[in-house]
């Protein structure tokens, strides 16, 4: 036996117990042929389904993760089977947004939702890697225009001209679910996927309301909170449901789904009591009679003062007294001190300022030289509500001779001709509203024939039918080149109830921004109040049942978005069990 022969001999003993079974080698061998004959035929069939698909949904499946709506078994490339006309692709892509909604949240969290649901340490590695190379390709090739459309909507918010950007993405969302639906019942999308998809967007869209940032495009006649409620509603829906059938295959791993989606009700029942249970408690009249007996801090000086006046005035217009010891307290201090004059007018007409307090004004005389200088004849206040005390006062008093009383009836109409002549007055609503009590009080009321079509043209100009930031339109600003807000639109409700209501305004408008009513601030009780005066005017038109349709839209398609998904989901097939660690690389449920 020659020299090599028997190292070769040793070698093959050495290295005999790490030889494969042949028998194993060649089933192997067989088994991953098979196997791969099996994912070229799904490949195949996956491909067929969808080029049997209509071109629009083909054009939408561009744009969607399909290997993980379809648990896997559809390659990326599977949309693009066969040309598409210019009219599928656009309608196609309008699903877009939608996915990159629903797909903000999934990507976040699936690493670690996969991580611990995979049946090995590899398994959660390779589930990971393949779908953030799915997002990492999906966001090279749509990253950039989701980017610069929710750019452009956020933009288009803040300055208050969000309704058609918005209005889009409530279609993308309706292409996004009747696309699902298609590729559910070509079992392309598993139920899985869809819901995972669709609970993300979901809670995205009501962390959008929640917050406000869609109350600048959609006006309402009910509660603005039903709407993020029914997107909290159907996000617990689909999470519930998700929890629920995900793993069926094992006994303790169910147990474990179903006690986690029932602990997803109270979750759900919460975030839906925060946002519609206080609005579905309205603030009442025995609210604001609380509020007003209860001040006893100005948080920001004179305006909280002014929000004061306005519930405190409405009371009293209202036949309910109330106890004012604790504001007169507050305003007792404001009397030891620096006597600002804005507060003594709010004092004065709610009631605060008493005949004893008369003596103890400091400014009093100097304000009354003032007012009557004979060069200032036929010339204006200028500053009316810093003024508005001391006539009040010194009518009181019974200080003004009947000359002097037309002398400043003559001041204060030089006050709103000077005002008329001005394209842009400055808070011209409280200004007119404080003259016209003025001059009833001096017994020189307004010619209101004469000048109602004035003071209705100024409403006309300070009502804002586009909202301000975060809040809606359909509000009153103080000056016609302001912003809507709450003490405008009381002023322009006070207006109305003298001077009419002027028929060019549309009232539903008014009436939706008076839905607008936070119940984290004073603002609630302003929305109150003036809510009641303005329904009580008698010109104002009562909403039709086709104005709730309207007005409601939002309301109704957010009702019909969530029928839809979850529609799609339950006609999508289930991954089944014995798919292994391939059927958990669909993306997470939020």
């Not at 999934?106 to 589930?127: D, K, L, P, Y």
């Amino acid at each position: 036996m020659s020299t090599h022969d028997v190292i070769d001999q040793r070698l093959r003993a050495a290295l005999g117990d790490l030889r494969p079974d042949p028998e194993a080698f060649e089933s192997g061998v067989k088994d991953r042929m098979a196997g791969a004959e099996a994912n070229d035929a799904t490949e195949d069939g996956a491909h067929a389904a969808i080029a049997a698909l209509p071109g629009w949904v083909r054009a939408a499946a561009s744009v969607l993760p399909v290997p993980f709506l379809a648990g896997g078994k559809v390659l990326a490339g599977a949309a693009k089977t066969a040309p598409l006309s210019v009219g599928s692709k656009l309608l196609g892509w309008l699903a877009l947004p939608a996915v990159a909604v629903c797909l903000a949240l999934g990507g976040f969290v699936f690493a670690v939702v996969q991580t611990r649901r995979a049946t090995s340490a590899e398994a959660a590695s390779a589930n990971a890697a393949e779908y953030k190379q799915a997002m990492s390709a999906w966001m090279r090739r749509w990253g950039w225009l989701a980017a610069l459309y929710f750019g452009a909507l956020y933009v288009a918010l803040l300055t208050s001209h969000g309704g058609l950007l918005f209005a889009g993405l409530v279609g993308s969302f309706f292409v996004f679910a009747f696309a699902l639906i298609a590729l559910a019942r070509a079992g392309l999308a598993t139920r899985q996927a869809i819901g995972s998809l669709c609970g993300a967007g979901f809670w995205l869209l009501s962390m959008f309301f929640g917050m406000g940032m869609g109350a600048s495009a959609t006006p309402h006649l009910l509660a603005p909170a039903l709407v993020p409620a029914v997107w909290y509603l159907g996000w617990g829906i689909f999470a519930a449901i998700q929890f629920h059938g995900r793993s069926r295959d094992v006994d303790e791993k169910t147990r474990k789904g179903r006690a986690l989606a029932l602990c997803m009700v109270p979750v759900v029942a919460l975030l839906v009591g925060w946002v519609i249970v206080p609005r579905l408690m309205p603030t009442t009249a025995e609210d604001v009679q609380e509020y007003v007996e209860s001040f006893d801090r100005a948080k920001h000086g004179s305006a909280t003062w002014e929000d004061w006046e306005f519930c405190a005035t409405w009371l009293r217009e209202s036949g309910r007294t109330y106890d004012e010891r604790r504001p007169r307290a507050l305003f007792e201090a404001t009397l030891r001190g620096a006597q600002g004059p804005y507060m003594l007018s709010r004092g004065m007409r709610a009631g605060l300022l008493r005949p004893g307090d008369f003596r103890g004004l400091r400014e009093l005389e100097k304000r009354r030289t003032h007012l009557l200088r004979p060069s200032m004849t036929f010339k204006r206040l200028f500053y009316t509500d810093q003024d508005d005390w001391a006539v009040r006062v010194t009518l009181a008093e019974g200080g003004f001779t009947p000359a002097e009383r037309a002398f400043l009836a003559e001041r204060l109409i030089a006050d709103l001709k000077d005002a008329a002549g001005d394209d842009k007055p400055f808070r011209v609503l409280e200004d007119t509203l404080r003259i016209t009590q003025l001059l009833e009080l001096l017994g020189h009321p307004i010619d209101l024939a004469t000048w109602r079509p004035q003071v209705h043209k100024w409403l006309e100009a300070c009502h804002k039918h586009d909202g301000s930031g975060f809040r809606r339109g359909g509000g009153f600003a103080t000056y016609p080149s302001g912003a809507p807000s709450y003490d405008g639109t009381y002023y322009a409700v006070a207006l109305m109830r003298i001077y009419g209501y002027p028929a060019s305004i549309d009232a539903n408008e008014v009436r939706s921004f008076l839905q607008d009513d936070s119940k984290a601030t004073t603002g609630k009780y302003i929305v109150t109040i003036t809510k009641d005066m303005f329904e009580a005017l008698p010109d104002v038109p009562k909403p039709t049942f086709w104005d709730y349709i309207v007005y409601e839209r939002m309301l109704i398609v957010s009702i019909l978005l969530v029928l839809l998904c979850l529609y799609a989901m339950l006609a999508a097939p289930s991954i089944p069990a014995a798919a292994g660690d391939a059927a958990d690389a669909e993306p997470p449920s939020m």
